[in-house]
């Protein structure tokens, strides 16, 4: 019987497709990936892809951005039912409403989320960029930020801007616990504590690295004497393993479940057979109405060549 990673290979090669995945989704998943990273490294190659086909293997929103930066190519998705609880936070209706009670506001909008809501955005930026391109503008613009309100409000803190915060937020990064984090500190009192700022603020303040997940693996690989412990998605502990073996690295558990690890259902979604049947059959195919994805790219474009200009 084949094995299903030399089926993929096969099928990916008779395709001229591209895999791209990210850090949260199983290790088995990242290891067939051609490129593996966050959201601001997967819009860059999705963008620059010369691949007829690419195969997001991540989440919804992470399709359709593939989709409006690049129009003229196939985007599939392992799993349509792969969505995010960010993004579902922020309808594009409400937030519409909300933009036109606030005139003379720049929009900027985390990448987490729909196609709808990037197109009534000034400029996308993902938690690599997203102090880096708030601070590009003058102190005293008036910013709109959504959907995060962790992400909006750690931004607010560490710069000293007074956005306006859409009360959006990540259904994994909230659930962290405060307790079972001084808790798992406190049996591993030398371990540094890595944080995501999708966290609350309550568990950014016990953090001693707070970045985004290429952030938080760059630092562990630059300093890898050190224990770890992790709070954000756990799929990144795959790649921080992999680069760092002989680092110990401690999931941060959540407050409602028994688990170790706090994982997202939605990106657990996708695996080996699902990657296998989208690449053979072309499908789920990721559409986005051309109207929309024509004011959505400029905001995503934007954005690119901020971080581009900036070195990010």
């Not at 051609?34 to 999705?46: E, H, P």
């Not at 400029?123 to 909006?152: M, Y």
């Not at 999931?251 to 028994?258: E, G, H, V």
């Not at 990657?275 to 053979?280: A, H």
């Amino acid at each position: 019987m084949t094995d299903i990673r030399e089926e993929i290979e096969k099928l990916k090669r008779e395709k001229n497709a591209v895999i791209l995945g990210h850090y949260y989704q199983r290790g088995e998943v990242q290891d067939l990936a051609d490129f593996v990273g966050d959201s601001l490294a997967l819009a860059q190659w999705a963008a620059r892809t010369e691949a007829d086909i690419i195969v997001m293997c991540g989440v919804h929103f992470m399709g359709e951005t593939a989709k409006v930066l690049c129009p003229q190519k196939k985007v599939l998705v392992p799993d349509l039912a792969a969505g995010c609880s960010l993004a579902d936070s922020c309808p594009a209706d409400a937030f519409e409403r909300f933009v036109r009670e606030h005139p003379g506001y720049t929009v900027i909008s985390y990448v987490n989320t729909t196609a709808a809501v990037k197109a009534l955005t000034d400029v996308v930026v993902t938690s690599t960029n997203a102090r880096q391109i708030v601070e590009s503008f003058p102190q005293d613009e008036k910013i709109i930020f959504g959907p995060d309100r962790n992400l909006g409000n750690y931004i607010n803190a560490v710069t000293g801007r007074q956005m306006l915060v859409w009360d959006g937020a990540c259904h994994v990064h909230e659930q962290f616990s405060v307790e079972k984090i001084v808790e798992t500190k406190r049996l591993h009192p030398d371990a540094l504590v890595l944080a995501h700022p999708e966290c609350k603020g309550s568990v950014l303040k016990l953090a001693d690295v707070v970045g985004s997940t290429a952030a938080l693996l760059k630092y562990a690989v630059r300093h890898p004497e050190h224990t770890y412990i992790v709070a954000t998605e756990a799929g990144i502990l795959h790649e921080m393993r992999k680069q760092c073996p002989q680092t110990t690295f401690i999931p941060a558990p959540p407050s409602d479940s028994t688990c170790a690890c706090n994982e997202c259902s939605y990106m657990r979604l996708n695996t080996l057979e699902k990657l296998r049947d989208c690449l053979r059959d072309e499908s789920p195919e990721i559409t986005v109405d051309p109207a929309i994805a024509a004011r959505a790219v400029r905001p995503i474009e934007r954005m690119l060549e901020i971080s581009a200009r900036l070195g990010l």
